[in-house]
């Protein structure tokens, strides 16, 4: 029989045209925006040779157990891979693929979006406007702007550099990074000091959160790291919900130990529809939308499909995880 490629859910429009036609495998696929429910995918991966998954599919140990001895392949589309138990797929002799660099404007873009957002208290103006008030107000709504401003970027991976790159020509005093280690290479063209995370806190106006989700990351930024921030900063998380925690950020927003939060990913996700951060003045929330543009999420979805046929045929993968060199680095 031809291989089975295995899809969790529908693609955009172009890279869903290219998955129909494709003539080498046969395609299975959940045909809803929603992805497959748990037991179907279970069941799935019992007889697939690929598999293209999102996100919201957890390949975790249980997942593994249910591959069937046919499956090279797990393509996510998606760039973070936190999703997947890397060690226990590889340990079946199952390679692992993601979709890096092709989505790094769109998700800069909305960390920029989420920042102005979040100094213009964007989200009271838009509350008090569709209530009928506002106006001109000379003492009202008064939010911060980038001049003179010192930038925070926590991992400065690729979205983490075109992030600063975007927000610098805003008049942005000074950039400084934190991470696991220097970049020099990165750091130099955007003027960007490494600083360790404490310093970080400290300094910045501007938060931005652009590591991936490890075990050195979750829960990175709790009690401690919000209480060291100035309370005129505001926190900007497109990378992972875990690497805040909740119930702290929200402890330090009702505090006014931070001015604001904008927030593109949560723990869990979505956030329960009671969930406080959902209505707080000063917390934005977006349902993780930051590479949600036509054109990246197609080149997303290509990228996936490319992997997930280069691995059922044993060829190179354009990005791997686990491969040497960074090109499959989750940031
Ligand atoms: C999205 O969050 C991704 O990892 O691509
Ligand atoms: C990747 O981009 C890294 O931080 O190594």
Redesign the pocket.
Known sequence: RPPVLVVTCQLPALAQQRLEALTDVEVRQHGSLQSMPRAALLGALADADGLICV?SDRIDAEAVQAFGPRLRVVSTV???YDHVDVAAVQRRGVRIGN?PGV?TDATADTTVLLALMAARRAKQALALAEGGGGGFVLAGELGSQFTGKALGIIGLGRIGCATAARLLPFGIARVVYAGSRAHAERATPLGAEYVTLPELLRVADIVCICCPLTEQTAGLIGRGALASMKPSAILVNTARGAIVCHDALLEALDAGRIAHAALDVTDPEPLPVEHPLLRHPRCTVLP?I??ATEETRSAMANLAIDNALAGIQGRPMVAEVGEPGPKASAD
């Open positions: 996100l998606s760039v973070g979709t989505l993780h930051g590479s």
